[in-house]
């Protein structure tokens, strides 16, 4: 049985820890995007950090690296339970710029 949306989004927002806000939208193809931002940390006024982009991947995995990597460099001291994926995601993004530069 596959997981409701608002499971699924208890669960990822679980694993983001307390800095994060999470929500799950569905886009135009009905595939989930997750939308990871940041409590503290302001982009430009008004719109809090996110790990959202337009026009990329933007599902689970590629947002939370992305949540992990911004935990890393702006919240050394934060605490959250996707942050014991951490060499996984530098994995997955040094085999990402590794495809970039042999197209």
């Known amino acids: 049985m ?3 949306r608002s499971a699924r989004e208890r669960k990822a927002a679980g ?3 307390p800095l ?3 929500r799950i ?3 135009a193809d009905s595939q989930f995007v997750y939308k990871i931002n940041c409590t503290v940390c302001v982009a430009r006024e008004p719109l809090m950090w996110s790990a959202y982009r337009p026009g990329e991947d933007n599902g ?7 949540w992990i990597f ?5 919240h050394p001291d934060a605490e959250a339970p996707c942050l014991a994926f ?3 995601a530098e994995d997955r993004l040094h085999a990402r710029r590794e495809e ?3 197209e």
Do not use: C, I, W, Y
């Not at 689970?60 to 992305?66: W, Y």
């Open 2 to 4: 596959t997981a409701s």
């Open 15 to 17: 694993q983001a820890g």
């Open 20 to 22: 994060a806000k999470l």
């Open 25 to 27: 939208e569905v886009d």
């Open 60 to 66: 689970f995995m590629a947002a939370m690296d992305r």
């Open 70 to 74: 911004h935990l890393v460099e702006k």
């Open 86 to 88: 951490r060499a996984e």
């Open 100 to 102: 970039r530069r042999a």
